[in-house]
Nanobody, 120 residues
Framework: QVQLVESGGGLVQAGGSLRLSCAASGSIFSINFMGWYRQAPGKQRELVAGVTTGGSPNYADSVKGRFTISRDNAKNTVHLQMNSLKPEDTAVYYC??????????????WGQGTQVTVSS
């Protein structure tokens, strides 16, 4: 069984920084993708940043230049460094990963979500 465990959310003033972390554990043969989504109240969940194994990071236009995603493939972790935070970044942030528990299976996994609140 695969689990994604997130940490690092919280309350910060506008212009501040937060770092989110997500660790995948359990039966993992390989990981194809790791990334972060967010969902604000009344809005659809959206991709914030993601990176495929061996690929370049992708970012939502709204966070380019402010957020940086990084992966540690050896530790099956992904981090999201969020700088110059704005009130509109307030949302629940979810870790997402496309993981192969075995060589023949592929699953789409989600973390439990972590709240990020940016005050003005």
């Amino acid at each position: 069984q695969v689990q994604l465990v997130e940490s690092g959310g919280g309350l910060v003033q506008a212009g501040g920084s937060l770092r989110l972390s997500c660790a995948a554990s359990g039966s993992i043969f390989s990981i194809n993708f790791m990334g972060w989504y967010r969902q604000a109240p009344g809005k659809q969940r959206e991709l914030v940043a993601g990176v495929t194994t061996g690929g370049s990071p992708n970012y939502a236009d709204s966070v380019k230049g402010r957020f940086t995603i990084s992966r540690d493939n050896a530790k099956n972790t992904v981090h999201l460094q969020m700088n110059s935070l704005k009130p509109e970044d307030t949302a629940v942030y979810y870790c997402n990963a496309h993981i192969k528990p075995t060589a023949l299976t592929l699953g789409n996994y989600w973390g439990q979500g972590t709240q990020v609140t940016v005050s003005s």
